[in-house]
């Protein structure tokens, strides 16, 4: 076996301290245990309710976000299809969400400065998952639970339980970013 | 002599319907070939993981008969309609529409349309985006293409000045997915616009997109050639599968071109993610 195959390492929800810390960008997981759905319109309403000092309709505590909205549930099926969304719109909310407790963030894509110093601050981290292969990403939600903002349809607010859902470190809680390194180790330059 | 070939009204409902939930289920074997292609090609690890994974998935939703994304797009569509036919039944749009609505609402794809201002979404994934073309003949052609908002989002236009030339665009499609690194779910497909007006580059870049992935510009050699080149230079960006580093960042460029005033050089980018999602019927 290559010895730089990475080994998946297993994840259980609620992320502990010393779990999110030893954790490397670029480490592979699975993750098990109980996420929330959120993305664009939760997010901000997630957002004023915690300016306002409202209670929120989640216990952001230790939380796992996953930014996503499903497809219908078809006839038979715990969930329709599901994957992860673009997360850099959720920035401008996040670091807020962030000093409230929550600990990971699942999403695709590349994250700003800020957020990446608030996973630092704080001792959270944001996760990546393959955008696009959504029907076997589904086959991961063994539990659908409709929570809060039911309104918002499919960006309503869902707790899903996951078993073994992979997903890869990229933003860790010491200042890590694998895009970026990956991108780096793989960019030709041109003369 | 009349000429004139009636269509009912709800035969294009229907096809319309068909298409869309096909598309999100099915996706293109021109796709899952050029994706095996570069399976064979990718040198990083990680990147081949990420090139199976949406391999599987194609055949999972498949099979399932599930989407193969969540995101079910917003309904694009592209209408030839022959100047010898006559639509019986209701108007044409409305007819469409339906058809949009009984897909999503019928097949279990997301409803992803939403006022901008509101974001009160129209929970029937309508309005749809449709453009229509007259051409000779009595056949109407529809193409539905299910765009997905990731890779919309990543996509532009520019107005370069006449200096700028071909060196200006190469750098700027370049330059686009150089920033839109992961977000776009690579390996994608780069539609590009050349020339025209402002709108008609975006037009063109879309349409640029239903071409077979891979396939070269047939009209334009000197199209065809830059192409290639921009493909070279965007899968050394390094961004690879998945954003996570390879070499297949992505699988094929494909340029469309019209003339432009003598002041311009429009240029459009549309980017596609790699379900690339498109079924076409002609009545």
């Known amino acids: 076996m290559n010895k ?11 992320l502990k301290t010393d779990i999110i810390s030893s954790l490397q960008a670029g480490d592979m997981v699975l993750i098990s245990g109980e996420v929330y759905t959120a993305r664009d319109v939760a997010h ?11 209670k929120l309709p989640i216990d952001l505590k230790a939380a796992v976000i996953f930014y ?11 969930i ?34 800020e957020i990446v110093a608030a996973l630092k601050k704080y001792g959270a981290v944001y996760f990546g998952a393959i ?27 869902r707790k899903l339980t996951v078993i073994d859902f992979p997903a890869v470190v990229i933003n860790d809680a010491h200042g890590n970013d694998l895009y970026l390194s990956a991108q780096n180790k793989w960019r030709i330059q041109s003369i | 002599m009349d000429k004139t070939r009636k269509i009912d009204s709800k035969l294009i409902t229907e096809t319309v319907k068909k298409l869309f939930i096909e598309a999100n289920i099915n996706l293109g074997q021109d796709v899952i070939c050029s994706l095996q292609d570069a399976l064979a090609r990718e040198e990083s690890p990680l990147g081949r993981q990420v090139l199976e994974k949406i391999i599987d998935n194609a055949e999972i939703a498949r099979r399932e008969k599930m989407p193969i994304c969540q995101d079910t797009g917003l309904a694009v569509l592209f209408i030839e309609i022959g100047q010898d036919v006559h639509i019986i039944g209701g108007d044409l749009r409305a007819a469409i529409e339906e058809g949009v609505r009984q897909a999503y609402q019928d097949g279990f794809l997301r409803k992803s349309v939403c006022d901008p201002l509101t974001r009160k979404n129209t929970q029937d994934n309508t309005p749809a985006i449709i453009h229509i073309d007259i051409v000779p003949g009595d056949r109407l ?11 919309e989002n990543m996509s532009a236009a520019q107005m370069l000045t006449p200096a700028a030339g071909s060196e200006g665009i190469k750098n700027f499609v370049v330059e686009k997915v150089k920033q839109a690194g992961a977000n776009p779910c690579p390996p994608i497909i780069v539609g590009v616009g050349i020339g025209g007006s402002l709108e008609e580059a975006c037009v063109l870049a879309k349409k640029a997109l239903l071409r077979p992935v891979g396939e070269a510009n047939n009209n334009d050699e000197h199209l065809a050639q830059m192409e290639k080149e921009l ?8 961004i690879g599968p998945g954003g996570l580093g390879g070499r297949i960042s992505a699988l094929a460029v494909h340029i469309e071109m019209l003339p432009c005033h003598i002041a ?20």
């Open chain 1, 4 to 14: 730089k195959e990475k080994v998946m390492r297993r994840l259980e929800i609620p």
């Open chain 1, 44 to 54: 901000r309403r997630l957002y004023e309710a915690l300016l306002k000092g409202e």
């Open chain 1, 68 to 78: 996503a909205a499903p497809a219908p549930t078809p006839p038979g099926k715990i």
């Open chain 1, 80 to 113: 329709g299809s599901i994957g992860p969304t673009t997360s850099y719109r959720m920035d401008f909310f996040t670091p807020k969400l962030i000093e409230n407790g929550l600990k990971g963030m699942i999403g695709k894509g590349g994250r700003s400065a």
């Open chain 1, 131 to 157: 955008g696009g292969i959504a029907a076997l990403t589904a086959c991961c939600v063994k539990k659908v639970e409709l929570v809060a903002y039911e309104d918002l349809g499919p960006e309503a607010i």
């Open chain 2, 141 to 151: 052609k529809i193409i539905a293409m299910p765009k997905g908002g990731g890779s």
């Open chain 2, 231 to 238: 493909l070279n230079s965007i899968n050394k960006l390094g």
């Open chain 2, 264 to 283: 311009s050089l429009p240029v459009a980018v549309n980017i596609q993610c790699h379900v690339a999602r498109h079924k076409e019927e002609i009545i």
